[in-house]
């Protein structure tokens, strides 16, 4: 009788011990903490950019609609670049708002990322999302990475190879993409098949960058959004008031890239598209909303809006643009600088 009394008790103890333990959170990579009041908590990566501000109160907001209302931003993670201008001169500032907005600032991306269930990499020095990727992935939770994907395309692709070996769900995109307007261009029913197309944005030179990673990239994220994936070769050249960037298609489509210089001419978004049925144009302000509704969507399904096939092709197109300024317009072929980078496997 005393041996199966004591026996019970042995098994009622590890019951509770694994019960108990059950509920603990895992700070094991790749193991997410399971959520049951349906609520997404979000974690910031580099507070550094304006964007985190704008983001947070869209997400956060009391009165916010479907898809924000079961979403929060609940974490931050200042980084900053000591080298990188932009990025020194303001991440404290930043990083006091979250603060004062009720965000939970932390001391490292590990930290960060056990935390909550989907990461946003807003290190406003692209040089960074690498090395930052590389702790981020390893958990495998999805991310947005913040324009630019990188500073270079090596570092672009090394991401992508990152992702896949990790199983990581991630994209990255230029609010442009998603903005009011630019998305009804290529309706099929107005529009037609696209056959061409041409972009411009503002374009500002940053330090550590290409030319146009990290201004331009809007634009020609726009250009991409239009005209889908498969340019192969590029010419650009610079000149006082542009730079001025050609793609051909393989399908012989041809997309155009201005990027405006500062002080040279009145700056903008647009996008000027030719269709089998009409020729349209749109030029309109940003909108970080609907850039949002999707980054939501894909932090619940797994499934981004745009592949990361497009958005390595897109630092192609930057990178063949750069190497053809700097060749005076010498064509680029944006697909063999990803293949001398090992191609995306």
Same mark, same amino acid.
């Given at each position: 009788m005393v041996r199966r009394t004591w026996l019970l008790v042995c098994v009622a103890t590890a019951s509770l011990f694994t019960a108990a333990y059950a509920v603990l959170p895992s700070d094991e990579p790749n193991q997410q903490n399971q959520r049951t009041d349906g609520m997404l908590r979000i974690g910031l990566v580099g507070l550094d950019t304006s964007h985190v501000i704008a983001f947070t109160r869209i997400i956060n907001a009391p009165d916010a609609p479907e898809p924000f209302r079961r979403a929060r931003v609940v974490a931050g993670y200042p980084g900053g670049s000591k080298t990188f201008p932009p990025s020194y001169t303001r991440v404290e500032r930043f990083t006091n708002q979250l603060r004062e907005m009720g965000i939970e600032i932390v001391d490292s991306i590990d930290e960060l990322v056990r935390r909550v269930d989907a990461v946003m990499l807003e290190s406003v020095d692209g040089n960074q999302? &690498?090395?930052?990727?590389?702790?981020?992935?390893?958990?495998?939770?999805?991310?947005?990475?913040?324009?630019?994907? @990188?500073?270079? &395309?090596?570092?672009?692709?090394?991401?992508?190879?990152?992702?896949?070996?990790?199983?990581?769900?991630?994209?990255?995109?230029?609010?442009? #993409?998603? /903005?009011?307007?630019?998305? @009804?261009? #290529?309706?099929?029913?107005?529009?037609?098949?696209? &056959?061409?197309?041409?972009?411009? /944005? #503002?374009?500002?030179?940053?330090?550590?960058?290409?030319? &146009?990673?990290?201004?331009?990239i809007h634009g020609v994220d726009l250009l991409f959004a239009l005209m889908g994936r498969g340019c192969e070769e590029v010419t650009a050249v610079k000149t006082e008031y542009f730079h001025a960037v050609r793609g051909?298609?393989?399908?012989?489509?041809?997309?155009?890239?201005?990027?405006?210089?500062?002080?040279?001419?009145?700056?903008?978004?647009?996008?000027?598209?030719?269709?089998?049925? @009409?020729?349209?144009?749109?030029?309109?302000?940003?909108?970080? #909303?609907?850039l949002l509704t999707e980054v939501i969507r894909f932090f619940r399904t797994g499934k981004p809006p745009v592949a990361p096939e497009e958005c390595v092709e897109v630092m192609a197109f930057l990178e063949a643009a750069q190497r053809s300024m700097e060749k005076n317009g010498t064509p680029v072929r944006p697909q063999e600088l990803i293949r001398h980078l090992g191609g995306l496997r």
């Open positions: 999302h &690498l090395a930052q990727a590389e702790v981020i992935f390893k958990y495998g939770k999805p991310v947005y990475i913040d324009k630019p994907l @990188a500073a270079n &395309l090596a570092d672009a692709v090394a991401i992508y190879k990152l992702g896949k070996r990790t199983g990581t769900p991630w994209f990255s995109a230029s609010s442009s #993409r998603f /903005s009011p307007g630019y998305p @009804a261009l #290529r309706d099929p029913n107005q529009t037609g098949r696209v &056959l061409g197309c041409i972009t411009y /944005s #503002r374009s500002v030179p940053s330090p550590g960058h290409g030319e &146009l990673f990290y201004y331009g051909v298609w393989a399908d012989g489509r041809v997309g155009e890239y201005r990027g405006l210089l500062p002080g040279k001419t009145r700056a903008g978004v647009g996008a000027l598209v030719f269709g089998q049925k @009409a020729i349209r144009y749109h030029n309109g302000p940003y909108d970080y #909303r609907p």
